[in-house]
């Protein structure tokens, strides 16, 4: 069972991800993909359903955000160590267009030295890899305190750093 | 030059701090070995053929006396005594060993160094003119906007993990001295008819096995809106570049498969939407880095000395050193003064580390404690004043570093090929040695006047040989070592990429093919004013493949 860190913490998973074919469970939170989300979500939330919608990463975020923007949870993929796409998904949800729900970072590259970087372009919930220790993945956000550029996360930036103590 | 402040140095010291960490945890087996081969690619660290390799980086090519005495420090206490620099303005150690490498890296922290982002899927150091700040035909010191760039590009969190490597360079002149447009993006400062700064941007050039030129992709973008704009490239690369096949993974290959204009609509489509966000840079910004880069204090009479003259006259190797290893300054009195690292005998771009500790020594004596490196695999004192230029070559000499070569055949860029590549098909610093060996004489050198020979030992292409004058590039067949020329590249201004001669050369012969091809050019040129590249331009390859394979009983072997 992978562990779950949200907004700096380890919780309990509290949604479940639903194949095409399964049918929704009472009660649950649920995950459903992209087509099903595009076929049904209007029926779910209708019925007061919480469900998130699986994003591919070789989608685009600009095409798609009028049909994401309901969604309480994103789900983006980061399927290998070395494919970065889902990063600029995730800033362009968070910052372009101001996303508040969760967005949820799973797959074999959620892993302990990506953590900061993903949290830094918006993602604030991790489905680790089945590998990670999650209390050891916590130290991972205070890898860097400060940063030079401006992303999705609240870190101190140079810029603004060095306009004050001028 | 950019000082660092508290907060510079504050990343460098959390990144040395991280990757220590993920050194030992590798170590203890907690990281797998291709993740930590992710990691410590980003940090400068290949597994080479016989040992490690870390690459340090030298943002466009500037350091200071205090940091080449580090290097040389380095050379010393980790590696066998020496370092290579490389043909984007970076040096390289061949010997580190792994469990040592974060001990250098807080050594190199000590003095405002690094090596983030020197290799792996990232964007890597940023390169211009050798000469920016001090060039006649440049129209504004570059360096400013490469720092603003680097900053921005030191751990982006969105682009660390690009399809491929990601390189940017920076060129302020009419000679683009930085091979910008055989960069994943070139950036040309320029300033278009109102007289407004801004910048060319061409995007998808490269070398290796599908070289490139870039094309030009905006005429002319805002000086303020240089980050937007890059960022927007970026984006586009990330989401869209092939990940299925690492040698389709470069953005030239996606500018070539969706064509410029499809890729610059959407680079255009994707930077209106955050080109009036964070991103913009403040006019006070410039300013302010503007300021870590001012002139320094020249000496207002440098122009009065008269003993350059007097020396020149009287001693003949002393004005072969001038006439060929001194650039003009904007500065009346001074002279850029290039130290060749392409002696007899000596890997080029190889510096031992008494000869870092000697340099750094002259930087402070006669270039205010600076020296440059060149994308050609030399060094440079940019600033040194006419009067000094005598005793500074007197030690050169001494050095081993005086050879009057720069620009000539003998300047050649190579890789470190089949000897310290992993990667490499053939060997090319032998090559080049033989090459040295047939051109000895400097007179003949002088008569070709400038050519560039640029060699690679595989087709990754890092000695540049697609676009030299004459390139060479190592092939294996059969076990044996080949190698395919080039004519009539170029990766300045007017950059294009060589042709192929025909067949492969046998190891033996591609000196004297060199040879043959530089006969072919004396014979043909209209007057020595010609150039080898525009005699080439002018008659075509025929004349040279004949000569090259010529089936006399000297004929070469293909």
């Known amino acids: 069972m992978s562990a779950l860190i949200r907004n700096g913490r380890i919780e309990a998973d509290d949604f479940a991800v639903l194949a095409d074919d399964q049918t929704f469970p009472e009660g649950r939170k649920v995950i459903i993909s992209l087509a099903r989300w595009q076929a049904e979500a209007v029926l779910h939330q209708a019925k007061n359903l919480i469900v998130g919608v699986h994003l591919p990463n070789t989608v685009s975020v600009d095409e798609l955000w009028p049909i994401l923007q309901s969604a309480p949870l994103v789900l983006l993929e980061f399927p290998a160590f070395g494919d970065g796409r889902a990063y600029s998904q995730a800033r362009t949800l968070r910052d372009r267009y101001g996303y508040s729900g969760e967005i949820r970072a799973f797959g074999g590259a959620v892993v302990r030295d990506q953590l900061q970087a993903m949290q830094r372009c918006g993602i604030d919930a991790f489905v680790l890899r089945q590998d990670q220790d999650p209390q050891r993945c916590l130290d991972a956000f205070k890898d860097f305190s400060i940063a030079y550029q401006r992303a999705a996360d609240r870190m101190p930036l140079v810029a603004s750093l060095r306009r004050r103590t001028r | ?558």
């Open chain 2, 1 to 558: 030059m950019y000082r660092y402040d508290s907060y510079d140095q504050k990343l460098v010291d959390e990144r040395v701090a991280q990757f220590r960490d993920q050194t030992r945890r590798f170590l203890a087996g907690q990281i797998p070995e291709d993740e930590f081969r992710a990691l410590r690619l980003r940090n400068g660290l290949y597994i080479q053929r016989f040992a490690p390799m870390l690459r340090i980086s030298i943002p466009y090519g500037l350091l200071s006396s205090k940091q080449m005495r580090m290097l040389a420090h380095i050379a010393r206490k980790y590696d066998k005594g020496y370092g290579h620099f490389t043909t984007r303005q970076n040096i390289q150690f061949n010997w580190p060993k792994l469990p040592e490498v974060p001990d250098i890296l807080a050594d190199l922290a000590s003095v405002q160094m690094h090596a983030i982002q020197t290799s792996g899927n990232c964007i890597r150091n940023i390169t211009s003119d050798h000469l920016a700040g001090v060039a006649k035909d440049e129209l504004i010191d570059p360096r400013p906007y490469c720092e603003i760039t680097r900053q921005w590009a030191t751990f982006h969190p969105e682009f660390n993990w690009l399809p491929r490597k990601f390189k940017i360079a920076f060129s302020s002149t009419t000679t683009d001295r930085a091979a910008t447009r055989v960069h994943d993006i070139g950036v040309h400062i320029v300033r278009n008819d109102a007289g407004e700064l801004g910048y060319s941007i061409y995007v998808g050039g490269g070398l290796g096995r599908m070289p490139m030129i870039a094309p030009l992709i905006r005429e002319f973008l805002p000086e303020l809106d240089l980050l937007s704009y890059l960022e927007a490239v970026l984006r586009v690369y990330n989401r869209l570049g092939r990940r299925d096949n690492i040698h389709r993974a470069r953005v030239k290959i996606l500018v070539k498969e969706v064509g410029p204009a499809k890729f610059t609509e959407m680079v255009e489509a994707e930077w209106a939407k955050i080109r009036d966000g964070a991103l913009r840079l403040q006019p006070q910004d410039l300013d302010l880095m503007r300021g870590h880069f001012t002139e320094f204090h020249y000496d207002p009479a440098a122009g009065n000395d008269t003993s350059y003259h007097q020396r020149q006259q009287s001693d003949s190797a002393f004005a072969a050193w001038s006439k060929r290893n001194l650039k003009p300054h904007r500065q009346p009195g001074y002279s850029a003064a290039f130290v060749s690292l392409k002696a007899p005998g000596i890997a080029p771009g190889d510096v031992t580390a008494e000869q870092m500790d000697a340099l750094a020594e002259l930087a402070d004596l006669y270039s205010f404690g600076e020296l440059r490196a060149t994308h050609d695999q030399n060094l440079v004192f940019a600033d040194v004043r006419q009067q000094d230029l005598y005793p500074l070559w007197l030690r050169l000499r001494e050095l081993g570093l005086a050879t009057p070569n720069i620009g000539l055949l003998t300047d050649l860029i190579c890789c470190p090929g089949l000897d310290f590549c992993s990667l490499a098909n053939a060997g090319s610093i032998g090559v080049a040695q033989d090459i040295f060996d047939r051109f000895e004489d400097l007179d003949y050198q002088h008569d070709i006047g400038e050519i560039k020979i640029k060699m690679s030992g595989c087709m990754n292409g890092c000695g540049h040989h697609t676009v030299g004058h004459i390139g060479i590039l190592g092939v294996d067949k059969k076990g044996e070592e080949w190698y395919q020329v080039t004519l009539g590249g170029s990766a300045e201004n007017d950059a294009s990429l060589g042709d192929r001669t025909g067949p492969s050369i046998a190891r033996a012969d591609i000196a004297e093919a060199v040879e043959r091809i530089v006969g072919v050019y004396l014979d043909q040129r209209s007057s020595s004013d010609e150039s080898f590249l525009q005699t080439y331009r002018r008659i075509g390859m025929q004349p040279f493949k004949e000569r090259i394979y010529a089936s006399d009983s000297a004929g070469v072997t293909a």
